[in-house]
């Protein structure tokens, strides 16, 4: 089937008249045909979010959060197709395929009751006679650019909280999973969202992210990618005048400490390391541990780690699918082999033999250990099921290490201690902690953010999305 691009509330082909492969990382099947759009096409769209705009801003909340209610029901009713196309197109296992589906939904659900939320403040005067109070308004259209390991929650959480707040919306979707996205324009068409609300355009990045950022209609720009390009995107939107959010990269650490409880702390790890194949920036890369139980967590850890199932994403007993793309795995195993010259491997590092995988992207859970600070594997973002595990002697040295990174996205810590678990909540330099749970998993409720080189710009997510999508407007009314 061929899909069309989504602008001024119709489908459209795409100027060049060119399309693009969406293919199975499982098995090569072909899931459809996406535009390889133009220029030409990424302006049509910001003009018509830009001629959308003043009729938006002007409908109140409610009206607003009345189409996102209907979008939910849509996403809702669809949600056994919507999962299994995300699972086919990115490979996700099939519990977090269906969970991230149903995560779309929750998230819109969220921020359409946010319309009947507080609004603004009312603050005292020095003058008794004057009334000030400050209220949010709209930026105008915003340019959204979303990655493709989270396919269809990441893309709902940046629309969500910007068509809430009365923003218009161009989207480019990551050209590796266009076809999650196509579910959320689909489900907002059929919800009667008004023409130009909402835009995507589907393309390379290289086109038409980089006409996003220059637009000049387009006054925002929310990006989730890596850091390299994010921070070229982040220096041409600051040139141009726009307002930037960047959510970027991570190497997330796990501390274990010797009173955790080692069942519990060993499936915490491999949770986190190779849900999602790894694919995840707040995914775990690093774990430290306390000398006193390493070598019973090291064994225990490898035991767990090839007792996991690697295959087919809709298989439902598969714990691991396929990295997303061949230059994805390639990426991976090529920080594999540095590991192998650099560091000790305890288990995987290998692309699986199986028959059955041979025409997928797989890679195998990888271990290693004696894992130098200075190495690879420690230092860069690997984005795939490799641990680097490491010893210390005691909780000081380990949160000394978890912080010694350019990155600050998310840290855990297991531990029975309360006192060092509200240590390590303040000691740990990032924007996420968790305290006996995985480094991964947010809720939609709650902000989402990094410190150092993970993210600018305000959170992501709950009530602290406002902060991006609107700006501050304060009143100072006196009487005649």
């Known amino acids: 089937m061929r899909y069309l691009n989504y602008i001024n509330g119709q489908w459209k082909e795409p100027s060049t008249g060119e399309y693009r492969e969406d293919l199975s990382p499982h098995n090569g099947e072909k899931l459809g045909e996406f535009p390889s759009s133009a220029a030409s096409d990424l302006h049509e769209a910001a003009a018509a979010a830009k001629e959308a705009f003043p009729a938006w801003k002007k409908l109140s ?15 809702k009713a669809n949600i056994q197709e919507v999962g299994r196309d995300l699972i086919k197109e990115e490979g996700k296992t099939y519990t977090e395929g269906m969970g991230e589906a149903n995560r779309a939904v929750s998230i819109l659900e969220y921020f ?65 999973t266009p076809k999650s996205v196509y579910h959320v324009m689909k489900a907002f068409d059929e919800a009667g969202l008004p023409a130009g609300v909402v835009n995507c355009v589907f393309g390379r990045g290289s086109m038409i992210g980089n006409e996003l950022v220059k637009h000049p209609a387009i006054k925002a720009i929310s990006f989730t990618g890596s850091n390299q390009v994010g921070r070229e995107i982040q220096r041409q939107a600051i040139e141009s005048g726009k307002k930037v959010q960047m959510e970027m990269g991570g190497k997330n650490p796990l501390i274990v400490l010797e009173d955790a409880d080692l069942e519990r702390a060993v499936e915490i790890a491999v949770g986190g390391a190779f849900k999602s194949t790894g694919q995840k920036c707040t995914a775990t890369s690093r774990v430290i541990v306390e000398e006193g139980i390493y070598e019973a967590f090291r064994d225990r850890l490898i035991e767990r780690t090839k007792q996991l199932k690697i295959g087919d994403p809709l298989d439902e007993t598969n714990y691991i699918g396929p990295a997303v793309s061949k230059a994805q795995r390639d990426g991976v195993m090529e920080m594999i082999e540095a590991g192998k010259a650099e560091a000790s491997l305890l288990c995987g590092g290998e692309i699986p033999a199986d028959e059955e995988l041979q025409n997928g992207f797989y890679v195998q859970p990888t271990v ?35 912080n010694d990174t350019e990155y600050g996205l998310s840290a855990a810590i297991c531990t029975n201690n309360l006192t060092l678990a509200q240590r390590f909540v303040e000691d740990a330099e990032v924007g996420l902690v968790h305290v006996n749970s995985e480094t991964a998993g947010t809720e939609p409720q709650l902000p989402f953010g990094g410190n150092k080189n993970s993210s600018t710009g305000s959170r992501e997510q709950g009530k602290s999305a406002i902060e991006f999508y609107t700006e501050v407007k304060t009143v100072y009314m006196d009487r005649m």
Not at 61 to 75: E, V, W
């Open 61 to 75: 909340f409610q009206q607003r959060a009345s189409y996102l209610q209907k979008a939910a029901a849509i996403l």
């Open 112 to 176: 359409a009751a946010e319309a009947k939320q507080p609004l603004g403040q009312v603050i005292p005067s020095a003058n008794a006679e004057t009334f000030l109070y400050t209220s949010r308004t709209p930026l105008g259209p915003v340019g959204l650019i979303t990655p493709w390991n989270f396919p269809i929650a990441i893309p709902v959480w940046k629309m969500a909280p910007a068509l809430i707040y009365g923003n218009t919306v161009v989207i480019k979707p990551a050209d590796l």
């Open 368 to 402: 290693f250990e004696n894992v130098p600070q200075d190495a690879r594997i420690a230092r860069e973002e690997i984005f795939g099921p490799v641990i680097a595990l490491f010893k210390v002697k005691n909780y000081e040295e380990a949160v000394e290490m978890a």
